[in-house]
Every structure is written in structure tokens, then in C-alpha cells.
């Protein structure tokens, strides 16, 4: 029984710390001028499907619209795959730096590739379709951020099971 004990407090410590760095990152994502990468993303996705891009306002057929706000530049994603990084106490702080650095890079991309998912379907079949999807495909990259954690952690972190992060 002391050992469940121990494994509730650590859970709630991990809990805790999670949620406070997410909130300073979350913070960080919409007080920080973040109009540059808007308006590049914005760009790209303009340019992969033969949109025109006004800043960080994607516009197609003279009456739709799309706008890249900073909760669609992937920063959440990164923010909560770094948020359960951080808020283990292993692997050690190097290898955690390193699981962020290879994480953002996997999951930058895969944003791209959901928001131009997202603007195909609007312009190919309606803009009401496209922000269901827009919503379902958060999900699923939520559901995609923990299995590249898991996966990079096992794997860099050496360890067997969740327990021994904690």
C-alpha cells in the first residue's frame, strides 16, 4: 500500500508541475508577438494551395477566409509536448532538452501538414467541413504528441514503464 501511496503523490506532483508550465507557456504563446511565424505559416500554406496570403490571413475564392492565430502556429502542441518533458523528474535535464529539440521538430511539421489538411478540405468541400476537421485533427494531434513522447522517451530515457519517470 505505501508504494500506491508514493506513486499518488508523485502523479499529483507531476499534475501540479505540468499544469503550471503549460499555463506559463500558454501564457507566453498569446502575449508574445508571434506575427512573423503567423504570417510564414500563413505563407506556406497560402503557396501549397494556390491561396493568396494577406498577413497571417489565408483567403480564397474572394469570400472565405482563414486566419493563423498563434494557437495554430503548432506552439501548443510543442508547449504540451515540453510541459510533460519538464514536468518529470527524468530523464536528466540534457536528455530533456534533447526530447524537446527532436519533438518540436517532428511536430512543427506535422502542424503544417494538419492546417493544409484542414485548408484543402475547406476549399474542396466547404469551410464548414474544414472547421470540424480543424477541431477533430487537434484531437488527433494531441493523441500524436503523447505517442512521440512515449516513444522518444522510452527510447532516450531507457526506462520500462511510466512509473519510473516520476
Known amino acids: 500500500m505505501p508504494e500506491i501511496q508514493e506513486f499518488k503523490k508523485k502523479a499529483i506532483l507531476f499534475l501540479i508541475k505540468f499544469f503550471v508550465i503549460y499555463a506559463v507557456l500558454q501564457f507566453l ?14 505563407e506556406i500554406e497560402a503557396g501549397a494551395i494556390g491561396a493568396v496570403a494577406n498577413g497571417n490571413v489565408i483567403e480564397w475564392n474572394d469570400s472565405h477566409s482563414f486566419q493563423i492565430v ?10 504540451v509536448f515540453a510541459s510533460i518533458i519538464f514536468a518529470l523528474c527524468k530523464p ?10 527532436i519533438g518540436a521538430l517532428i511536430l512543427f511539421p506535422l502542424n503544417l501538414l494538419r492546417v493544409y489538411f484542414v485548408l484543402w478540405v475547406s476549399i474542396s468541400f466547404s469551410p464548414d467541413i474544414g472547421e470540424t476537421l ?3 485533427t487537434w484531437f488527433l494531434a494531441a493523441g500524436a504528441i ?12 531507457k526506462v520500462k514503464n511510466f512509473a519510473e519517470l516520476l
Open 29 to 42: 504563446i498569446l502575449a508574445l508577438p508571434l506575427e512573423f511565424v503567423e504570417n510564414s505559416i500563413a
Open 70 to 79: 498563434p494557437n495554430c502556429t503548432g506552439l501548443v502542441g510543442i508547449s
Open 92 to 101: 536528466e535535464i540534457k536528455k530533456k532538452i534533447a526530447l524537446l529539440a
Open 134 to 136: 480543424h477541431m477533430a
Open 146 to 157: 503523447l505517442v512521440i513522447w512515449y516513444y522518444l522517451t522510452k527510447r532516450i530515457a
